[in-house]
């Protein structure tokens, strides 16, 4: 018996023909399907890939066990019905419907059970999908509903028992949304609780406030707001009546949003003004007249707390003995008075080479009168810079008119009009006038011909007429930004060589024709040694602007004697004010040299502070340096209208006394941060300065102008 017989004893004794595994019905030996159900009859033998008969037991090809593979592949798909029902089970119908679908096709009748068992549960499977779905659907769905209510705890519920790849994007960016929401609110309940049992109120109160932030529902945080409000308020109350404007705050900050109402909007407004101005009090560096208004508000505020009272009598007294230090009308209060410039610092409004009739003069407008003193300075013929800008008959390049021992300085700005008479006799430079009045509003910042007249008319009317200054000698300004500057060293040249090197560097640095230039050169004058170098400036103005100037001043009856820049005419001013620091260089010793160049190194620095314009200058005591910004009182003026909706006639009052504005520490803000954008500015230019060629040893610094009075502009623009 052949081994096929033996292993199918139903095989038919015909040798040519096969019988149906199936339907038993007798086929050719040849067919490949029974001709009585379709079923195939032969397959692949799984080992050499023979054509097989179904019904065989071995292959007569390799001897492979076919039975055995038949056993396999019966394992097989139970194992894959098994996966398809654990897929079904975990959600994941899609896999569960591929497998299945694959086993439910087979048409082999050796596998026929498995195809059922496939079919009845690939039904069943679509059935739980379905189902599932709808469930998922309707948890989303609820889920969105939570959310739009804030209840992040229901979110959670809803979507976390889906399983994750049943979610859409949006439901998988909800739940972690919410569940990250959930852990910071245990987090928050947990911190609160400890807060609570500390009785760190103020904690409390912040707690509490992102609790209800995170759930806006949240039943306990709603009851424990009410409570610790009511001990915080009560608490800041007690504070407030101590002067502890500080903690006020702190503790008014702390109540949860939702308890606040008009009396603690009320105490916080309060507070926060006591809080600024008692800083104020703390960190301003001179007593001025604010200062004083401040702590009398203070005092009014809080009439039981000593050390403000303690603070109102010292300004009190220190204004009214006037003691200051030199050069100063103010005298130093408690803030830093150290300048970032260098050196001591202060306020130039009391000079010292005037006589004793200059501080009574000058006291009208302190620290207003310096450019006016330095273009007097170059009418005595006494001033470091001899050139000017006026256009004399003699032509461009005269060395000016005769020195006089008598001479108006006449500083025509654009908010005011300030002027000093100087004389020169054998006790020095004497201050004997002076005169100042301010302009009326103007409309434009840029202003024509016909506009600046009008504005400046009146004033110059006023001084012709009050002072009268006959053959007087007139000296006038120009504004400095309207001049362009150069500052170099030259070598220890002679004068001939130096005059040519400076127009070389004219011809070559200035993109400007000459014959349309005014130019005012000056070189470091005196005996030089050959390591030294020969400090120099050139200084340029367009002929159109200086024919407008002085053409504009003369046709309101002003006789000039000389046009010279603010910043030439303050470090002409400068030079003579402070030049005890500096030593005679026309009595160089080649053994001093090293000391000598330390010693002309000093520098003094000052900012001045004009109503439209700022300039920061440099003199040493055989060099200067100058810049110029359009910033200045009038930007200050324009926020302070802005912030307290004043026009500018009632801003200008504003800003000369602050104490008036209500709610000023919100209000000021705006002032505080220009003052930082000016300092910042100037920083950045003085840095500029320093990597000049010329040495600048820093010994003192200074303000002056009209802008400083500002309240906090000493403080933010020259402070440290």
Not at 314 to 321: A, G, I, P, T
Request: hydrophobic content about 35%; charged content about 25%.
């Amino acid at each position: 018996m052949s081994i096929e017989a033996s292993s199918n004893p139903k095989q038919p004794a015909n040798r040519n023909s096969s019988l149906c595994g199936s339907c038993k019905t007798e086929n050719a030996l040849d067919a490949k399907f029974c001709s009585g159900c379709g079923q195939s009859l032969q397959e692949e033998c799984g080992k050499c890939g023979k054509s097989v008969l179904l019904t065989q037991t071995f292959c007569g090809h390799c001897g492979a066990n076919l039975t055995e593979m038949v056993n396999e592949k019966k394992k097989q798909l139970s194992t894959a019905l098994a996966d398809a029902k654990t897929a079904a089970n975990e959600f994941r119908y899609a896999e569960a419907r591929l497998l299945l679908n694959r086993i439910s096709v087979i048409s082999d009748y050796r596998f026929k059970q498995f195809a059922a068992t496939a079919n009845r549960t690939l039904n069943k499977v679509i059935e739980i999908e379905e189902k599932t779905l709808e469930t998922v659907a309707l948890a989303c769905e609820k889920a969105e509903q939570a959310h739009r209510r804030g209840d992040k705890d229901e979110v959670v519920q809803h979507l976390r028992k889906i399983p994750s790849h049943l979610l859409d994007k949006e439901a998988k960016t909800l739940l972690a949304n919410s569940e990250s929401e959930c852990s910071v609110k245990d987090s928050l309940e947990t911190e609160l609780r400890a807060a609570i049992n500390a009785k760190d109120w103020e904690t409390v109160g912040a707690l509490v406030e992102q609790l209800l932030e995170a759930d806006p529902q949240h039943q306990a945080g709603l009851k424990v707001s009410k409570k610790v409000s009511e001990r915080l308020f009560t608490s800041a109350k007690k504070s407030m009546e101590q002067g502890n404007f500080p903690r006020v705050l702190e503790k008014l900050k702390s109540i949860p949003n939702n308890q606040t109402n008009e009396e603690i909007e009320k105490l916080l407004d309060a507070a926060t003004e006591q809080a600024w101005i008692l800083e104020e009090l703390k960190a301003e560096p001179y007593v001025s007249q604010t200062l004083l208004g401040f702590a009398t508000k203070l005092c009014e505020s809080s009439p039981r707390i000593e050390s403000f009272q303690i603070a109102k009598q010292q300004l009190e007294k220190q204004l009214k003995l006037r003691q200051h230090p030199e050069r100063m009308h103010l005298p130093v209060w408690k803030g830093k008075s150290t300048s970032w410039l260098g050196g001591s610092s202060g306020i130039l409004s009391s000079p010292q080479r005037f006589g004793e009739s200059a501080q009574k003069i000058l006291g009208m407008k302190p620290a207003a009168f310096n450019v006016a003193i330095g273009l007097g300075l170059q009418g005595l013929g006494a001033s470091r810079v001899a050139d000017d800008f006026l256009i004399r008959k003699k032509g461009l390049f005269s060395s000016g008119p005769k020195k006089s021992a008598v001479a108006w300085g006449l500083d025509v700005g654009s908010s005011s009009v300030k002027a000093v008479l100087l004389e020169k006799d054998d006790k020095g430079i004497q201050i004997k006038d002076g005169f100042f009045m301010e302009l009326e509003e103007t409309p434009t910042r840029r202003q024509d011909a016909s506009e600046s007249r009008k504005q400046l008319e009146p004033a110059i009317k006023k001084f012709l007429e009050l002072k009268d200054p006959g053959e007087t000698p007139v000296w006038v300004n120009l504004d400095g930004a309207q001049t362009v500057n150069r500052f170099l060293r030259l070598p220890p040249v002679k004068d001939k060589d130096a005059i040519g090197l400076l127009n070389k560097e004219i011809e070559s640095k200035i993109p400007i024709a000459l014959d349309e230039l005014c130019i005012v050169r000056w070189l470091c004058p005196g005996k030089r040694l050959p390591a030294m170098g020969r400090p120099g400036m050139v200084s340029t103005a367009r002929t159109g602007t200086i024919i407008a100037r002085s053409s504009l001043l003369e046709s309101m009856g002003l006789k000039l004697a000389g046009l010279q820049s603010d910043t030439i005419a303050l470090s002409n001013f400068v030079a003579y004010e402070f030049s005890e620091i500096w030593p005679d260089t026309a009595k160089i010793r080649e053994e001093d040299f090293d000391q000598l160049q330390k010693d002309l190194s000093k520098t003094v620095c000052v900012i001045d502070a004009g109503a439209t314009t700022t300039h920061i200058l440099l003199v040493s005591g055989e060099a200067m340096w100058n810049w110029s910004i359009e910033v200045g009182g009038e930007d200050l003026t324009f926020q302070i209208a802005s912030a307290t909706k004043a026009n500018r006639k009632n801003a200008e009052m504003l800003k000369r006394d602050p104490t008036r504005i209500e709610q000023i520490a919100e209000r000021y803000m705006d002032i505080e941060t220009r003052l930082d954008t000016l300092r910042s500015r100037l920083v950045n230019i003085h840095s500029d300065a320093m990597k000049q060629d010329n040495p600048f040893n820093k010994v003192s610094s200074w303000c002056l102008g009209v802008s400083w009075q500002t309240h906090q502009w000493i403080r933010r623009v020259m402070m440290k």
